[in-house]
């Protein structure tokens, strides 16, 4: 084969160097290496943020820091009206004093979604991904941050105080907003069936704050899961104002068929709530910190990856893309599409998979330049086994490849580099 005859599949090759990520290209040893590093961020980061028209967008340090976490991610998300302790709570998880802003100061103030990633303190290999989310009042940009929480988190929790009455559930009414929020598929012909919307929907725990109630329903002792269930159960008829009265709580049933409740009491004396923060353990409620440490354990122990769909295993990298592809959909007034971010994902993924492949390939052969001139069948036996090599690389990262076409470029690209060397 002559140079002219391969050059355009040499062109192919560079056009997918040039169309992959922009990252420093890194040997499989090095990623393999760092895919064992968890990322550590001593505070959180704004994430997600609304522009002066109030456009939402993704934060470019934010996707710096998930472009490096190779590990794969649990992702809890806390909702719900402001000055409830969501951030408070937050920083708890994160197994911190501080971290996330507590009420008025300037941080808080940036409505949104802020970012804290750390080492999953239970699951090693695994990395914590803690968004906290800033309401705004704007019923839009509220709902908004809403679906992206559900969109992009494995465990939702969705933080209110007081009691679990009508008032908490009103509260939640974003959860009814839903099925026009997100799609779960893109053609109109396949309507979207309940169903299958759940399946990619986080765990959802309710926290209850400052809860003062015993937890008695006539007169009987139960338990917290039992009193949400209690609070969400749908009365009889058809009356508009019991369809009204069900509506959230069948919202709530369908979509997050998987529910968990914490009662958490007053957490210090009132003259002390104010400086919570820097509060010493000996001045918190040690019911307090008992709820709060079964809150905590749950949502270590139960909280499972972030997966799309094919059970693809979501890491701080696609996450960051996820976000990205997410908030770029809304923020062009379209609705977020489930199967259209995943097709989204499997394209930026597969582009990166084979250029890990090519560098596989590409520095084996350049290891056997050093041992040049060799016998044109040395050369073609380790092209077959780079090639294998560089095949594995690229299936450990591909997904969803399933006409085989990004394989198939990888092979190409193979194919011409040990042309290219060939012919010197
Ligand atoms: N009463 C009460 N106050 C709390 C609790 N947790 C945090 N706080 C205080 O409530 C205020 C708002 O807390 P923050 O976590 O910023 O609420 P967020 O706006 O929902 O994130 C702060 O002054 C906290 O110290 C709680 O469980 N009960
Ligand atoms: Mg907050």
Known sequence: MSHESVSPLIND???QRESGNEKPKKSMAQDEASASLPVTMDKPVCFIDADSDGKLCVQQ????????????????????????????????????????????TIESRTKGIWMWCVPHPTE???????????????????????????????????????TIDNKAIMDLQYVTELTEC??????????????????????????????TLELKIDGKDVTEDEYLDFALKMKHGTSRRVMEYNFPRECIQTFFPSRKCFTFPFPTAPEKMSCLESLDSADISSEFLKVTDHFCKFVFNDSSVKRLKDEYTVTGRVLGHLAKTYVDTISSGSVPCLEN???????????????????????????????????????????????????????????RDTDGKH??????????????????
Not at 76 to 98: E, F, I, P, W
Not at 352 to 379: D, H, I, R, T, W
């Open 341 to 399: 971010a995943v097709i989204a994902m499997a394209m930026i993924e597969n582009e990166a998979a084979v250029n890990v492949g090519l560098q596989v390939y590409q520095s084996g052969m350049e290891k056997l330049k050093v041992s040049f001139p060799l016998e044109l069948k040395a050369v073609s036996s380790k092209h077959q086994d780079l090639s294998s090599t560089a095949t594995q690389a690229f299936m450990k990262r591909s997904f």
């Open 182 to 211: 997100i799609k779960v598929k893109s053609s109109d012909e396949d309507a979207d069936d309940l169903s299958n919307f759940v399946k990619f929907f986080p765990t959802f725990i309710w926290a209850v704050r400052d809860f």
């Open 13 to 15: 090759v560079k056009r």
């Open 124 to 162: 090693a290999g695994t990395t914590l991904v803690l968004l906290d989310t800033v309401d705004k009042g704007d019923p839009k940009h509220d709902t908004n941050i809403f679906c992206l929480a559900v969109l992009l988190s494995s465990t939702l929790v969705y933080n209110s105080r007081g």
């Open 61 to 104: 340090s934010a996707l710096q820091i998930l472009q490096q976490i190779q590990q794969p991610v649990v992702v809890v998300a806390v909702v719900g009206l402001y000055r409830t302790g969501k951030s408070y709570l937050m920083n708890r998880l994160a197994g911190k004093q501080t971290g996330f802003a507590l009420g008025s």
């Open 407 to 424: 394989l198939k470029s990888l092979e190409v690209g193979s194919v011409s580099s040990f042309w290219m060397m060939v012919n010197g």
